[in-house]
């Protein structure tokens, strides 16, 4: 069971090796690494990610098979099937670190601040379901002067809703709540560079001394 801290600490090593093209220290895997895994997994970080093709989140932290529990849907949004995935993960492997992960240029993020200025009739209702899911973090940014810079507007939206994402995980379930209450488990958020390639660790990070 790696340390919530070890865990980011890994990834920390990973973003960079893969946003310097460094060597890569994972090695597609072959059969023996996957027949060592048929006997169960043991991935020492959870993921909570954006669907888009651009954030694989293996690839970005130079992971391998079974490293990762990923867990991805348009706008990193969180919702009851995704908060039980994470729930899964921490309880049946004992996965200490959580990452949701946001990205620049976020389609899904975009869509939304389009749709609270120019309200759209005919969006599909599961499309609208994921809208809706990160209105409420962005709508009162509209409400500021970031109106008048949408580059700027688009950036606070995006970690904004890294921050209410991160927030639901910690205080929308009563397991997770208590795994961090118990200090086994660390819930942060991020945000991923589409053009440097690396992780920017912002949200939730502990104290180090």
Do not use: W
Request: glycine share 8%.
């Amino acid at each position: 069971m790696t340390p919530a801290i070890d865990a980011l600490k890994r990834l920390q090593a990973g973003n960079h090796r893969f946003a310097s093209d460094a060597d890569s220290l994972s090695t597609r895997p072959g059969r023996a690494r996957r027949n060592a895994l048929l006997a169960g997994q043991a991935p020492f970080a959870i993921v909570l990610g954006c669907s888009d093709s651009r954030v694989p989140a293996e690839i970005i932290f130079d992971q391998g098979l079974g490293d990762l529990f990923v867990i991805r849907v348009a706008g990193n949004v969180v919702a009851p099937s995704l908060v039980g995935s994470v729930e899964f993960a921490a309880e049946k492997f004992g996965t200490r670190l959580v990452v949701v992960l946001g990205h620049s240029m976020c389609g899904a993020v975009l869509a939304t601040l389009d749709e609270l200025e120019r309200p759209t009739t005919n969006r599909s209702p599961n499309l609208q379901s994921i809208v809706d899911r990160i209105r409420p973090s962005v709508e009162t940014l509209l409400e500021t002067d970031l109106r008048q810079d949408r580059e700027a507007l688009v950036q606070h939206a995006i970690r904004a809703n890294v921050r209410a994402a991160a927030n639901h995980l910690r205080h929308g379930s009563r397991i997770l709540e208590q795994l961090i209450q118990q200090d086994s488990l660390l819930v942060v958020g991020a945000e991923y560079s589409l053009e440097t390639g690396l992780v920017d660790f912002f949200d939730g990070l502990p104290e180090l001394d």
